[in-house]
Each structure stands twice: as structure tokens, then as C-alpha cells.
């Protein structure tokens, strides 16, 4: 008797753990089934998201259209049509700060908005990109500048990250004082390769060279457009600085470059220099943006210059000059916006 229930229970345990099994393999047979249909479908997901990329690239470079944040298409008139692509009307409403401003047309050499375009106005920190194209046109690129505190102007002080007799190459130094919008790194520069105590010689250089490229109303007294007492840094008209920055892209785009983001890290001959911030806070967040140069001092109020690709190596400029600190920021963007507004509706 006893065998005979010892032999059920063998048979009942054999039958739970035949259940058991099964219960598992269905449960394994179903997960990999879920996961081969989820890499199905995200693989199918992929494709499509790489054939509508093909099929942006395609429309773009064959249709001439590029398309909205709905994913419709827009005509692109910009592309086959480089004349008169412009309405104005899209900036009769706008409102801004700006003493001054232009948004000028590279490519066709034209004004497509502005007011007091050819007011002379101070420059501020717009200074540096013409001591920038002024270095580079005198002095080699890799020429080695040794920070010293000696080289900067009374009254200044080292900016964050830069230390006594700290190297540097002069286009890494250069790329840290245009993004930084460094005084100290820039007056540092001028004196080192003109070999003098004062930036004197090299400020007379950079007004005739820029005279020699050909830009006759700019006015520069110092290196990196600071104003000193009564004397003020750099003078200059909107219309002519968007012709300057537009050239200078031209001349040093590796420089230039690094102006378009929020942040960069530079290297030194001793270490790295991690998250350098723009003084344009904005500048990642502007889509087809090129370069970027800030301005500001008492006398000059808030200044600000850019240069955007609006499409397929379609570059504009965009110049507000005595705006505010703040205000300048906002009177870009509205202009931007503005441009992108009277060329896709156009």
C-alpha cells in the first residue's frame, strides 16, 4: 500500500514538473517571439526614418524644397531664384532696440533690410575680428604667444584660464579671445608680434589694413575695442562691418567656426581648457549659424553681428549696433526670424 501511494506521487511530481517545463518554454517561446517582432519593427522604423532622410536629401538637392517642423514641403526659391527672394513687408512690423541694424544679403552683394545702416557707431568687442584678420595677415598662425602680465594693458586683468607664462599657439589664443571676447588675450597677441610694449603699432597697422581691403569708415584706438576714458575703442557703420564679417569668414573660417557654439574646449601648450563660454549664450541654438561676435561697453551699448547659411550656401549677415546688453539678443532673433519669414513665404 505504501509503495502503491509512493508511486502516485512519484507520477504527480513527474506530471508538475512536465507543467513546470512547458509553463517555462511557452514563456521563452513568447519573449523571444516579442523581442524578435520589437527588433522587426524598430528595424522597419529605421528604414523608414533613413528613407525619408534619403527622400529630404533628394528633394532638397534635385526639387529645390526644403520642409517645416510639420514635415511639409515648402518651395525653396532661394536655390534657383538668387534674385529678389526677399519681401520686405516681413519686417514693416518688427520692433527693435537697436540704434542701427542691417541684414544683408552675401551672395547678392544687397541690403535686404536695414535701418541707420551707415551710421558710425562704436564697435565695442566687434573690434576683435578685424585685430583677428589683422594678426593673421602679419604673423604666422602657430607663432608662439606666452602669456604675460607685463604685455596687458594697465588696469586689465588675466582672463579665466589664462596664467603667467602660460603658451600658447596664436590661433588657439585667438579662438579663446574671439569666443571669450578676452581684452587681456588679444592686447597680449598685438604686443607680442610687433615685438612692443604698446599696442600703439599694431592698432596703426590694423587701421590700414582694413582701409587696404577695402573699408574706408572704420576707426580703430584699440586692440580689443575697449574704450578708455573719453577715447572709444573701435568706430564703424552696420552695412560696412556686415561686409567685414562676411570677408572674414572667408579669411579665417577655422577661427570663425568656433564661435558658433555655446561652449568649446581649447588647447594651451601646457593643458586643456574645458567648456569656454561663448558670450553669445544663444549661439547653438541658431540653425545655420556660421560665426558670431558680441559687443559691449557703456559707450556702445549692446552689440551683436552673425552669419547664418539659410540654405544651401546661402549666407546672410545680420549687424545690430547700440542695442542692450540684453536686447541685443532679442533684436537678432527677431530680424532672423523675420528673413526666414520673407523668403519662405515669398
Known amino acids: 500500500m505504501f509503495n502503491k501511494k509512493r508511486k502516485l506521487d512519484t507520477i504527480k511530481s513527474e506530471h508538475l514538473f ?37 527622400n529630404y536629401l533628394e528633394n532638397i538637392l534635385n526639387n529645390n524644397v526644403f ?45 535686404i533690410y536695414s535701418k541707420n545702416e551707415n ?15 589683422t594678426m593673421l595677415h602679419i604673423a604666422s598662425s602657430t607663432e608662439k604667444i606666452i602669456i604675460k602680465k607685463e604685455l596687458m594693458n594697465k588696469g586689465d586683468f588675466l582672463d579665466i584660464g589664462l596664467f603667467e607664462n602660460q603658451e ?30 604698446s599696442t600703439e603699432d599694431f592698432i596703426k597697422e590694423m587701421n590700414d589694413y582694413i582701409k587696404k581691403i577695402g573699408y574706408k569708415n ?69 540653425v545655420g549659424l556660421l560665426a558670431s561676435k558680441t559687443g559691449y561697453t557703456d559707450a556702445a551699448g549692446g552689440n551683436l553681428a552673425i552669419i547664418v547659411d539659410i540654405g544651401l550656401n546661402r549666407r546672410v549677415v545680420i549687424v545690430v549696433l547700440g542695442s542692450t546688453i540684453s536686447g541685443r539678443f532679442i533684436d537678432v532673433n527677431t530680424l532672423y526670424n523675420a528673413t526666414l519669414k520673407s523668403l519662405v513665404n515669398n
Open 18 to 54: 512536465y507543467f513546470i517545463f512547458l509553463f517555462l518554454f511557452s514563456l521563452v517561446l513568447f519573449f523571444s517571439f516579442s523581442i524578435r517582432s520589437y527588433n522587426l519593427k524598430n528595424n522597419l522604423q529605421k528604414l523608414s526614418e533613413n528613407a525619408i532622410t534619403l
Open 67 to 111: 520642409y517645416n517642423k510639420k514635415n511639409e514641403i515648402i518651395k525653396n526659391s532661394l536655390i534657383k531664384n538668387t534674385k529678389n527672394t526677399f519681401d520686405k513687408k516681413y519686417f514693416q512690423d518688427i520692433n527693435i532696440i537697436a540704434k542701427a541694424y542691417v541684414v544683408y544679403d552675401v551672395n547678392n552683394d544687397k541690403i
Open 119 to 133: 551710421k558710425v557707431l562704436p564697435l565695442a568687442s566687434l573690434t576683435k575680428v578685424s585685430s583677428t584678420i
Open 168 to 197: 600658447w599657439e596664436m590661433q588657439e589664443l585667438l579662438k579663446f579671445a574671439l569666443v571669450y571676447s578676452s581684452n587681456s588675450a588679444i592686447d597680449i597677441i598685438a604686443k607680442t608680434i610687433t615685438n612692443k610694449n
Open 218 to 286: 572704420f576707426t580703430f584706438n584699440s586692440v580689443s575695442g575697449l574704450d578708455y576714458g573719453n577715447l572709444i575703442g573701435g568706430t564703424g557703420n552696420a552695412i560696412e562691418y556686415a561686409k567685414l564679417f562676411a570677408n572674414s569668414y572667408k579669411l579665417i573660417p577655422e577661427i570663425l567656426t568656433y564661435t558658433t557654439n555655446s561652449k568649446i574646449n581649447i588647447e594651451s601648450a601646457e593643458n586643456k581648457i574645458y567648456n569656454v563660454s561663448n558670450t553669445n549664450k544663444a549661439a547653438s541654438k541658431v
